[in-house]
């Protein structure tokens, strides 16, 4: 056996404390509970995207050695997140030996606090040639919610070197994230919306702001719907193919301008009569795709809406719009101009990023910043979107609320970018490369899964202060009255894929889980925001009840949930803390799965690893037992019809605690087919399959409001809650 072979088979300890250093998992325990141990390349592979060289033993021992002086190298930590009230905590500084040293806490909304210097400090060290002391100051537990600042002072008590001052940030975020007065009052229960899917007669063959105001409006007014949970609504690339799946942006922090209802942009009533036919000829030409059996076309939406938008953005401004647009600008800072500017370069350049010459490759080049100004107008361009989706948003989230809705609308934030996108190019340093994110293999995806995303890295965001994060919490958050959190198990440790290798050939990277949901707690707390996150998976059980203690509201989905004996859990025993759903996006609409087109998908992409007989019989069993626990409860009269059934389903959740329910819109109007199926590309039509009935037959909006289906549905969940 060869050396390669023979190191690939084992993991030395310097190794493994290396890894465990940066987060890195060396073991782990599958989804049937085999323990794993992670190869040596995988190891090396993924330290390697940390920007940490361990591949011979000088580079391993000089990694260490850096390991261990990293924190000596830091006079105060770049962030200290925090609870409210928390007793006991500190703050390590590292000042030159023998100096004196002040630390004081400058208040986000103004005063200055003096901390106190408490015992415990380690004795000094030599780091990098001088010799340092470390000084430990106690935190008052009575600060203020807050993103502050640590200003650390000190100073050569011989008056020899010149004095030194450095900062640092400090999050205080609450302990546990009380619900929104409407939630606490009340469960609610609301529709979960692909909004592309939701089309009417006046849709450019795409939903829209308009459309989202509309289902919020009439769910709420007639069936007395507190939310609706939306697709992200992120933002993709700018340019043809544009992105199919929601869960695949260009950024994470800016919205989709293909969601703009084109009529309701004001400076559109001032068109020349020449440019308003343009447009209406370009909505016209859309809409007769409204009631057509087809996919959803994106490229052709967005040509289509981006000239309209180029004619409207031409049009002058009145003096209170212009400030308005400008206040905006101002309010979101670099992360627009970065936005705009990748924008205007892609379309300048017409190829992804990654070939763009090497001069573009950062939004901070000379180069870059001279393109800029030279693609002014584009630049503006891409801004001005983005003020006018957050224009409709915002007004959408106002017509759900005038209409009763206790939350509002509920957003969905994806796992990661495109690769490609605007925020692998703008937040490149806190990006890792040669990786992407994934999940292991699991129950429903045996393969594994590769979602070709770039993952933070969790040594980069801490440097960062979380700002990234903040920022992009803060905008997902402004017009809504929740947030769903894609994977949230991300947010603790997210499963990473070296290039090149199978989703099966990764490893787990923690994050600091207390730092991530501190800055969500505190940005969710200011926006008086419900947080849901998608628990499912390979979960580790103490991370549940984590989340629970602090107040994040879990996912729980009627064909996962089972007792400790395998059968289906009795409603009474479902978690309170939770939404509840019958499906999901990554299974057929409830009436499909009734039928199994789970199975029949699957095994005709080839992606069941067991004989699909097997596979389907296990599955036509797990199906009857909940069917046998709806008649056993009294929900499911005998011989009952599709409808019947899918009712009694979504009758059980309202015999639950769960403060959350949730209906998936296609399940209102009988539509079967799933909207993605993972593990999947081109393989299958992924989030491009508009709603449709039983038959496949389009389902516009206005079709939707006088469904006797719907409205049957709807009096379950209304009745019920």
């Known amino acids: 056996m060869d050396d390669g072979a023979t190191q690939e088979q084992g993991l030395d300890e310097d190794l493994v404390r290396l890894a465990t250093a940066y987060g890195v998992a060396t073991e782990y325990w599958d989804w049937q509970g085999a323990h794993v141990t992670v190869p040596r390349s995988t190891v090396l592979a993924v330290l390697a995207a940390l920007q940490v060289d361990a591949s011979t033993p000088d580079a391993l021992a000089a990694a260490l050695t850096d390991t261990e002086l990293r924190g000596w190298r830091r006079p105060v930590p770049p962030v200290t997140v925090v609870r409210e009230a928390a007793t006991g905590a500190t703050v390590t500084t590292h000042v030159p030996d023998g100096w004196s040293a002040e630390l004081t806490v400058w208040l986000e909304e103004g005063g200055r606090r003096h901390l106190s210097q408490v015992a415990g400090s380690a004795g000094p060290r030599e780091v990098d040639g001088e010799r340092l002391g470390e000084a430990v100051f106690a935190l008052p537990a009575d600060l203020p919610l807050g993103w502050h600042e640590l200003h650390l002072a000190s100073a050569d008590p011989a008056g020899a070197q010149q004095a030194r001052e450095q900062t640092g940030v400090l999050v205080v975020s609450p302990d546990r994230l009380r619900l929104p007065d409407a939630l606490a009052e009340h469960r609610q229960w609301g529709f979960m919306t692909m909004l592309f899917q939701l089309r009417s007669e006046d849709s450019w063959a795409f939903g829209d702001m308009a459309d989202l105001a509309e289902v919020a409006s009439w769910s709420a007014r007639e ?25 695949l942006p260009a950024t994470r922090r800016f919205v989709n301008p293909l969601y703009l209802r084109v009529e309701d942009v004001r400076e559109t009533a001032y068109l020349s009569a020449a440019d308003r036919a343009v447009v209406e000829w370009h909505a016209e030409e859309l809409r007769e795709l409204n009631r057509d059996d087809v996919l959803i076309d994106r490229d052709l939406v967005w040509e289509a809406k981006k000239a309209a938008l180029e004619r409207v953005f031409a049009v002058r401004r009145s003096p209170a719009r212009q400030a308005a647009f400008e206040a905006f600008r101002e309010r979101e800072g670099q992360g627009l101009v970065d936005w705009a500017t990748w924008c205007a370069l892609r379309e300048f350049y017409g ?24 693609l002014a107008d584009r630049v503006e361009f891409h801004c001005w979107l983005q003020w006018l989706m957050d224009i409709q948003l915002g007004d959408a989230q106002r017509a759900a609320v005038e209409a009763g809705m206790g939350l509002g609308i509920v957003h969905d934030l994806a796992v990661g970018v495109h690769p490609d996108g605007a925020d692998a190019w703008a937040l490149q340093d806190t990006m890792a490369r040669g990786v992407s994110v994934g999940a292991p293999p699991d129950a429903f995806n045996q393969q594994g899964q590769d979602w070709s995303q770039p993952p933070w890295r969790p040594d980069a965001l801490e440097e960062a202060a979380y700002a990234p994060l903040r920022d992009m919490l803060r905008a997902v958050l402004r017009h809504g009255g929740g947030i769903r959190i894609d994977h949230i198990i991300g947010l603790f440790r997210l499963w990473w894929i070296p290039s090149g290798a199978g989703p099966d050939a990764g490893t787990y990277v923690r994050f600091d889980h207390e730092a991530m949901i501190g800055v969500l707690a505190l940005e969710a707390h200011r926006a008086g925001a419900v947080v849901v996150g998608e628990d499912l998976g390979n979960v580790e059980p ?42 999901t996006h990554d299974l057929p609409p409830t009436a499909g799965y009734l039928a199994g087109e789970h199975i029949e998908v699957r095994e005709r992409l080839g992606l069941l690893t067991r004989d699909p007989a097997e596979e389907r019989a296990a599955d036509t069993a797990d199906r009857a037992a909940y069917l046998q626990m709806l008649t056993d409860l009294g929900l499911l009269p005998e011989q009952a019809v599709e409808r019947q059934t899918v009712e009694a389903l979504h009758r059980l959740l309202t015999w639950t605690p769960s403060l959350l329910l949730g209906v998936a819109l296609p399940d209102a109007v009988g539509d079967r087919r799933a909207i993605n199926q993972p593990g999947t590309h081109l393989e299958y039509p992924n989030w491009r399959l508009p709603l449709a009935d039983g038959a496949g037959m389009p389902v516009l909006l206005e079709d939707l409001v006088r469904s006797p289906r719907a409205a049957s549905l709807g009096r379950v969940l209304r009745e019920g809650v």
């Open 223 to 247: 069936h007395g719907a507190g939310f609706v949970l939306l697709n992200p609504l992120h933002a993709p690339d700018p340019v043809a193919p544009v992105e199919a799946s929601p869960y």
């Open 351 to 374: 190829v992804p990023s990654p070939r763009w010459p090497a001069h573009a490759s950062s939004p901070t080049s000379e180069a870059v910043v001279q393109l800029r100004e030279e």
């Open 542 to 583: 103490w991370v549940r009840d984590y989340l629970r203690e602090r107040g994040v509201l879990g996912t729980s989905i009627l064909w996962f949930e089972k007792d400790a004996d395998g059968t289906p859990l009795k409603p009474q025993k479902w978690r309170e803390l939770c939404l509840a759903t019958v499906t």
